[in-house]
């Protein structure tokens, strides 16, 4: 399915400042495998006393074939700044990597800063949710396939991900995880249709999402602001499992529908339907008008949607908000009766009824009468 960019999205305000670790995590199981790793964990502007911390998901990320971690800051830090901890695993960095090896560091870092929430004297005592995530770019993109494949991790997600020995796209097949694969149209080194449209075929999650940003490479689509909005909204859904957090998901593809190619499978049909991405909004209708004075205002939704009903004035003053929620796909009608918020009767005259339906306005007229 073919869609479009349009990049209408509020980039997320930063709510966390971010603070460093560096660790040397020992694997016991491979004769003792120093595993170097940095950590970046959000710290609020006012700083909880160690019995009130707030406990934060992991992100473990798996770097791209020598490039350094560094060459991720932006991401890094619009994720750890929205309440995610970040692990980078520093090994493998050599011209000659050994993806197995990369996808074990993975996969223990995971498990050791997990345990660090219930270590006295770490920085990170009770601030470790015990919800972990798989990521990476590149050759860590396939790493992180291989480690989801045989591991206790939550959640997968590959930006521009490579193929890997042994092999990502076989390795797939046993991943059971949530993921979401996201790859550049524009991408010479690791093209979709040999690397990440593989991979994610194979995939075997209980639910995916495959995003392709055309115009996006293999060395910007870690810092681009879309792919980050996309990949919050997702981690959202993947964390709590809230119907609206899928819809606003969906909700932000939609809103940026052009250069996008989007494949989603496993989803709950309450959030995606039969199509995820036809206009929730079919039609808007007021009887009766002229209103004496109460009037039904009905709609119709081809799926499930953030709605919001509301009467303005003609200065553009909102006087009544008649809805604001979630509704189901369907037939809906509420019930205008010609008073506003504060149930104080309105003058006669013309005012707008504004429909939104995740993102977009329907506007009607209403006469009120006396």
Do not use: C
Request: hydrophobic share 45%; glycine share 8%.
């Amino acid at each position: 399915m073919m869609l479009t960019l349009a990049l209408s999205f509020a980039a997320p305000i930063s709510a966390y400042t971010v603070a460093q670790l560096n660790r040397t995590y020992v694997d016991p199981g491979r004769d003792n495998r120093q595993i170097a790793t940095q950590i970046y964990y959000p710290v609020p502007e006012t700083p909880s006393p160690r019995q009130d911390r707030v406990a934060f998901s992991l992100l473990v990320f798996g770097h791209g074939w020598l490039l350094p971690v560094s060459t991720y800051a932006t991401l890094r830090n619009e994720l750890v700044s929205q309440g995610w901890i970040m692990a980078f695993p520093t090994t493998e960095g050599s011209l000659f990597p050994d993806h197995q090896d990369f996808a074990l560091d993975l996969d223990f870092v995971a498990q050791s800063v997990l345990a660090e929430s219930f270590l006295g004297g770490s920085e990170l005592q009770g601030m470790v949710m015990q919800f972990s995530v798989l990521m990476g770019h590149s050759m860590g993109g396939g790493a992180a396939v291989l480690a989801a494949a045989d591991t206790g991790a939550d959640a997968l997600i590959t930006l521009a991900a490579a193929d890997t020995d042994p092999s990502a796209i076989d390795a797939a097949a046993e991943v059971t995880v949530p993921s979401l694969t996201l790859a550049g149209g524009g991408d010479s080194i690791t093209p979709p249709a040999q690397h990440q449209q593989p991979i994610f075929a194979n995939l075997a999650s209980e639910y995916k999402s495959y995003v392709s940003f055309n115009g996006l490479g293999h060395l910007n689509i870690y810092s681009d602001p879309l792919v980050v909005a996309v990949i919050l909204a997702w981690l959202a859904y993947a964390l709590d499992g809230e119907v609206s957090a899928l819809i606003d998901y969906f909700d932000l593809l939609e809103q940026n529908q052009n250069g996008l190619i989007q494949v989603h499978s496993g989803y709950p049909e309450v959030a995606v339907g039969e199509d995820a991405f036809t206009p929730a909004l079919a039609r808007l209708e007021i009887h009766p008008n002229p209103a004496k004075p109460s009037t039904t205002i009905s709609y119709s939704l081809e799926r499930p949607a953030k709605v919001s009903l509301a009467v303005y004035d003609l200065r553009g003053r909102r006087v009544r908000q008649l809805y604001q929620g979630v509704q189901a796909k369907g037939a809906h009608s509420l019930v205008f009766d010609g008073k506003d918020d504060r149930q104080e009767v309105l003058g006669r005259g013309l005012y707008l009824a504004r429909l939104r339906v995740s993102g977009r306005d329907r506007v009607g007229r209403i006469t009120l009468l006396d």
